[in-house]
């Protein structure tokens, strides 16, 4: 463990001074290029933030109207016949639109259950292994005009649900 500990401390430097020195020994405008790509990235930045600005609004007023509790409770039947707790569907439904909305109710469900139930076991399996669906297709889509998503967001729900499944068996394995 120390390895990885003392590998970690050099690694971010280390990758730095690559890249600088690549850049120099190449005979590139190191400075030069990193103004550039910064203004590349404000620019993206400017593009995605109206998209991000509606998904955190739209999460918040979920979590305020009642609304995401109340479709937690119609889904508690079905979540309990694939043995998914009821106190797990709110985070399950809020981690494919923003993950620090997650983070939230995961924090929630520390303070409640604690982190080491089985409750608190599937939902820290559970965030570290899915995505956030929409916020990540709204964004990195808009950002490069992509209209056409074909099968991603298919293929990105049952990711998904792999993920859930696996949170499941892993924290039933931990307990």
Request: hydrophobic share 50%; aromatic share 12%; glycine share 10%.
């Amino acid at each position: 463990m120390k390895f990885v500990s003392y590998l970690s401390e050099y690694l971010v430097p280390l990758v730095l001074f690559y890249i600088t020195g690549f850049a120099v020994l190449q005979r590139r405008p190191v400075f030069d290029d990193f103004i550039e790509g910064a203004k590349m990235g404000m620019r993206t930045v400017a593009g995605i933030l109206p998209t991000l600005v509606g998904l955190m609004t739209a999460v918040g007023v979920l979590r305020a109207s009642g609304f995401l509790d109340f479709l937690a409770g119609i889904l508690e039947g079905p979540a309990g016949f694939f043995h998914v707790p009821a106190e797990t569907v709110p985070v399950i439904l809020v981690r494919l639109v923003s993950s620090s909305a997650a983070t939230g109710l995961l924090l929630d469900i520390f303070k409640n259950s604690g982190p080491d139930s089985y409750v608190g076991m599937m939902v820290s399996i559970l965030e570290s292994c899915t995505e956030t669906v929409f916020y990540t297709m709204s964004v990195y889509y808009m950002a490069v005009r992509v209209t056409k998503t074909r099968w991603t967001l298919a293929g990105a729900l049952a990711a998904t649900a792999g993920g859930v499944s696996a949170s499941i068996v892993l924290a039933g394995f931990m307990q």
